[in-house]
């Protein structure tokens, strides 16, 4: 399954991405303040993409923007993505013994239902089942 980025008559993908990563950095943000949160994204994306290098379509910049070397994201970009949030929460968990399992679908909120029908969820799932 893949999206145009600019798809008509719907919020695009790579904007629904972006709003997923704010929703998953504030929430590292608030815990541990920008800073930590901030190097807790990057060595996540590379130890993401030591193990999935189709991390490498997304690119992320110092204002944490996300950009894709694509035109279309597809399952390659979502699974990507699902990873890295993945183990962002994870380094974030570990690092903060006692926060407990996070629940992306609860903290994304409205969102959930836009992400679910591209599998972000099962990818983030499967993702639970990697030691990386």
């Known amino acids: 399954m893949s999206a145009e980025i600019d798809g008509p008559g719907q919020v695009p993908l790579s904007q629904v991405l ?3 990563f704010d929703v998953f950095f504030s929430f590292a943000e608030g815990i541990l303040g920008e800073s930590k949160a901030q190097e807790f994204v990057a060595e996540s994306y590379q130890l993401t993409e ?3 290098g189709h991390i490498s379509r997304i ?9 894709y ?3 279309e994201i597809g399952d390659k970009e979502i699974l ?3 990873l890295w949030m993945h183990k962002f929460m994870t380094k974030l968990s570990d690092f903060m ?3 407990g399992q996070i629940e992306p679908e609860k ?5 959930s239902n836009t992400l679910k ?3 972000f969820f099962e990818y983030y799932e499967h993702a639970r089942e990697l030691r990386y």
């Not at 690119?59 to 950009?67: A, E, T, V």
């Not at 903290?107 to 969102?111: A, E, F, R, V």
């Open 18 to 20: 972006q709003d997923a």
């Open 69 to 71: 070397k694509s035109r």
């Open 117 to 119: 029908p591209y599998g």
């Open 97 to 99: 013994i006692g926060i």
């Open 50 to 52: 030591k193990y999935y």
């Open 80 to 82: 990507g993505f699902s």
């Open 59 to 67: 690119h992320i910049d110092l204002n944490r923007k996300l950009s």
């Open 107 to 111: 903290m994304l909120g409205d969102l």
